[in-house]
């Protein structure tokens, strides 16, 4: 069992800047993958970005890219999601999620077996 703890969501006026944190506990030596997905009111939940535990390789939604930065500590068991230029339709509950294994497709929510609870951000006009 691994068990996700998200943090540093809030409100923010658009073009403002957020860092989110995932604290990973548990069996968290068998995390593969740790993922960042959102879902705004009345919307799917949609891939953000995602990193490689180990080796540290990333990759974003093209809505995101260059915006949003994923990272680990390893150390600290812990994955950030480095938010700037926010805008409005950056609003969402954003969840961390990790899987143990390799996925023919990171960007499926399917394919994750742990999530944390998630945390609200919300950017304003």
């Known amino acids: 069992q691994v068990q996700l703890v998200e943090s540093g969501g809030g409100l923010v006026q658009a073009g403002a800047s957020l860092r989110l944190s995932c604290a990973a506990s548990?069996?968290?030596?068998?995390?593969?993958?740790m993922g960042w997905f959102r879902q705004a009111p009345g919307k799917e939940r949609e891939f953000v970005a995602r990193?490689?535990?180990?080796?540290?390789?990333?990759d974003y939604a093209e809505s995101v890219k260059g915006r949003f930065t994923i990272s680990r500590d390893n150390a600290k068991n812990t994955v950030y999601l480095q938010m700037n230029s926010l805008k409005l339709e950056d609003t969402a509950v954003y969840y961390c999620?990790?899987?143990?294994?390799?996925?023919?497709?990171?960007?499926?929510?399917?394919?994750?077996?742990?999530w944390g609870q998630g945390t609200q951000v919300t950017v304003s006009s």
């Open positions: 548990g069996r968290t030596f068998s995390s593969y993958v």
């Open positions: 990193i490689r535990w180990k080796i540290g390789t990333t």
């Open positions: 999620a990790t899987v143990a294994r390799a996925l023919p497709d990171y960007r499926d929510r399917r394919g994750y077996d742990y």
